[in-house]
């Protein structure tokens, strides 16, 4: 990246809390000059009285002090070299009250990593990119669900298939399958992008979504305890090797989200927390400035300043790393004053109730810049409640967010396949209220890794009953979720049914593809997810009933469903799942029309593990009323879906 000289207009915007390029301004910038090189270092910190750069440069002594160039608070310090310093080491010696704190660079493109705290000067310019193609293929994504036809009405939301990977860079694999306890098994991120993007292109997936990058000291927060934020973790390489991750992907046709946390970050001393000796990025008030459930700070996203941060940041990753959208963690933390705090501890709005107002402004002007500069990107808002409209445009009251995880039909999914068989029918309503809401927001359907952790057992484990009836019923599962409305997300581990909950420390169980049933598995999951890129019905209309419509929504005595699911063109497949834990012999389905329908995906075939009782097409003899019935001998645990041959 190209050094920009500091100006007075970038100084006013960054305190108005509209600077959205701040990270080229602040943190350090080397640039030659006639008689060597310049690095300038720029920095926040409002209620500092003295700050001064120290480094390998200068032996980590207080030989270049930094000045005030607003009274808002930045400081500025420029070092002058016979040779260039990229590589070489810093932090801010902050001054506040008489306390000396030393600070890693907030701004920092490069970090040193868990023990070691230091910010590195570094130059991320210079890497060549190659996915043109690919940029331009998502624009036309964009362009699709945004168009209007000649008569005004809007065309369906994201009318493409979406179908993420979620994974842990540090556990997806390990170096020889290592235990990582000491950090030292770790593959870098291009080693990791040649393994990854052929992985996901076989298992049919259209994105991965990386559990948080920015550098953070603690193995064990899993990335969501960020001190560097404009810094890929050097775990595993440098910021280039990073640019090689995305590129790689890209390639190959997979689309690349970061999980992004701008609700709180760790108490460390090195980082952000009272950075210039008081709070500065955080909230001032005790009703506000900590999460206590998590031992962090919270951002202060009223402030115009941490405003700069962190819509900076957003749009930091989409310009310079090239990433095709964000996962936005602990939205409703932020939502909410209230949230995790008992009577007392917390202090109602003007309006006298728990909505954080700056936070939904926040929001609101987070999507509106990153939409304004990249329509194609794709947000995503973790929010675990029932907030109105988190994914309707601002303009129209909304948060401005793409998608919003559906974490309720996730608790309902795990509550219901963990419940017997003999007992399902009590609770049939798991099945069938989603669809309640389901067109309320744009939704995307989590298999997550805070559900496979914990105690909460992996998906696989979940599944109530014996070993053959568990891979049975996650099949079905798993035929339910691909046809639903909605996107997809899946936890790595879960799509060949590791046992054993996700373990930071290790690989995943990669040997458990040794196994048939394991094996088998995986093959039926990279069958569903491919049969759900290839099906238009499947995602094109997500977004409306005029995609959906239940066959058999209340025929709760034997746990089975049925329902239809139609594309923009009038397509149609048709789905039956049949949750008991026995047969249904001469179960009956209407279908639109009579003819011969093809089975297109059976969850009960021997190649996936199962006894191959659905045959590979049915009849649908005429009704009175000139529809077509299917009679199936449907298997226990098993999940069909037929699609019309003639």
């Known amino acids: 990246m190209e050094s920009k000289v500091w100006s007075a207009e970038h100084a006013y915007y960054f305190h108005q809390g509209t600077d959205f390029r701040a990270y080229e301004y602040l943190g350090s910038h080397s640039y030659p000059t006639n008689d060597g090189y310049n690095v300038v270092f720029r920095t926040w910190a409002p209620r500092a009285d003295a700050i001064f750069v120290t480094g390998d440069f200068n032996g ?56 070691k705290t230091a910010s590195i000067i570094y130059d991320i310019g210079g890497y060549e990119w190659h996915d043109s193609a690919w940029l331009a293929a998502r624009r036309i994504i964009a362009t699709r669900h945004t168009r209007t036809s000649g008569d005004g009405v809007k065309g369906h939301f994201y009318p493409a298939p979406l179908n993420i990977y979620e994974l842990h860079l540090g556990s997806w694999r390990t170096r020889d399958g290592r235990s990582n306890e000491n950090g030292d098994a770790y593959l870098n991120y291009r080693e990791i992008a040649d393994e990854l993007a052929v992985y996901v ?33 050097s775990r595993f390489g440098t910021p280039q090797d990073f640019m090689y991750f995305v590129d790689r992907l890209h390639s190959s046709g997979i689309g690349v989200i970061l999980d992004w946390v701008p609700a709180h970050f760790p108490k460390d001393e090195h980082g952000l927390c009272n950075f210039d000796g008081h709070p500065t990025y ?9 999460h206590k459930g998590w031992g962090t700070r919270c951002f202060d ?79 995503i808002a973790e929010e675990s409640t029932a907030w109105p409209m988190v994914t309707k445009p601002p303009s129209d009251g909304g948060l401005g967010f793409d998608f919003k995880w559906n974490m309720g039909w996730a608790n309902d999914m795990f509550g219901y396949v963990a419940c017997d ?25 989590p298999v997550s890794h805070d559900e496979v952790v914990h105690g909460k057992k992996s998906l696989l484990d979940k599944m109530f009953g014996s070993y053959e009836d568990k891979f049975a019923c996650m099949r079905a599962f798993l035929t339910y979720m691909m046809t639903l409305p ?45 049969l759900y890129l290839s099906v238009p019905a499947l995602y094109e209309i997500d977004d409306s009933w005029a995609g959906f419509e239940w066959i058999s929504a209340d025929d709760s005595s034997r746990c089975t469903i049925a329902y239809t699911r139609r594309d923009t063109s009038g397509g149609a497949v048709h789905v039956i799942i049949n949750f008991a834990g026995v047969s249904w012999p001469d179960y009956k389905i209407r279908v ?17 593990g199962g006894e191959g009782r659905i045959p590979a097409t049915y009849t649908a003899k005429k009704t009175k009323d000139g529809t077509g019935e299917i009679t199936l001998d449907l298997p226990p645990l098993c999940g069909v879906v037929l699609e019309l041959e003639f």
């Open 60 to 115: 980590w002594s207080d030989a270049n002090p930094m000045r005030r160039i607003t009274d808002g608070g930045l400081w500025e310090a420029v070092i002058t070299s016979d040779t260039p310093l990229t590589g070489q080491k810093y932090k801010y010696k902050i001054i506040s009250d008489g306390v000396a704190v030393y600070k890693s660079d907030p701004y920092a493109f490069f970090s040193e990593t868990l023990s």
């Open 201 to 233: 292109t076989r298992m049919g997936y259209t994105h991965v979504e990386i559990m948080p990058i920015a550098e953070h000291p603690y193995d064990g927060s899993w990335g969501y305890q960020s001190c560097g934020y404009f810094a890929p973790t």
């Open 282 to 290: 955080e909230y001032q008030g005790a009703d506000r400035m900590e």
């Open 301 to 379: 996203v009223g402030r115009p300043e941490v405003q700069s941060f962190l819509i900076s940041n957003a749009l930091y990753w989409m310009r310079e790393y090239h990433v095709d959208g964000l996962r936005v963690d602990a939205v409703a933390s932020m939502l909410y004053l209230d949230y995790d705090r008992r009577p007392g501890e917390w202090i109602p709005n003007i309006y006298g109730d728990n909505k954080n107002l700056e936070a939904i402004a926040f929001f609101k002007k987070l999507n509106d810049a990153i939409k304004g500069e990249f329509p194609d990107v794709i947000m």
């Open 421 to 445: 068989p003999l007992y399902r029918g009590s609770i049939h309503n798991r099945l069938t209220f989603p669809l309640m809401y389901a067109f309320s927001e744009n939704f995307i359907l």
């Open 486 to 530: 909605g996107k997809k997300l899946m936890f790595m581990g879960q799509e060949y049914g590791q046992f054993r909950e996700w373990d930071y420390k290790n690989q995943l169980e990669w040997f458990m593809l040794d196994f048939e049933m394991h094996r088998k598995l995986r093959d039926f999951t990279a069958a569903i997810n491919h």
């Open 592 to 608: 639109p029309r009579p003819g011969v329908y093809r089975t297109l995906v059976d969850s009960d075939a021997v190649v996936f």
